[in-house]
């Protein structure tokens, strides 16, 4: 299974960024999609996660109300909108594929990962 993340780049506060994960090797529907983030000398951060159908999701509590998830399953695609954007945002953003049937935001259980995608928001 393969996990590509694109998307990221610079952006001023207060705007908005989409990135988008493609998943190929294997059925993407059957996987839980999350989205983490690191900062420079921080830990990984769960931002978001999305269950097969799409029909829940889970946010961290740093980007509740301003990111939103989706997936379109038949593009083996994930997608984070990323909206009313603050320096403290700026991180390298990994997506993840999860082979289980709950939503979770801890790190250990994703069984994929992607490259990452570097997110820069300037004041």
């Known amino acids: 299974v393969q996990l590509q993340a694109c998307g990221g780049g610079l952006v001023q506060a207060g705007g908005s960024l989409r990135l988008s994960c493609a998943v190929s090797?294997?059925?993407?529907?059957?996987?839980?999609m999350g989205w983490f983030r690191q900062a420079p000398g921080k830990e990984r951060e769960f931002v978001a996660a999305?269950?097969?159908?799409?029909?829940?999701?889970l946010y961290g509590d740093s980007v509740k109300g301003r990111f939103t998830i989706s997936r379109d399953n038949a593009k083996s695609t994930v997608y984070l909108q990323m909206n009313r954007m603050k320096p403290e945002d700026t991180a390298v953003y990994y997506c993840?594929?999860?082979?289980?049937?709950?939503?979770?935001?801890?790190?250990?259980?994703?069984?994929?990962w992607g490259q990452g995608t570097l997110v820069t928001v300037s004041s």
């Open positions: 090797g294997r059925t993407f529907s059957v996987y839980v």
């Open positions: 993840a594929a999860d082979y289980n049937t709950i939503l979770t935001n801890n790190a250990g259980l994703y069984d994929y």
């Open positions: 999305i269950n097969r159908s799409g029909s829940s999701t």
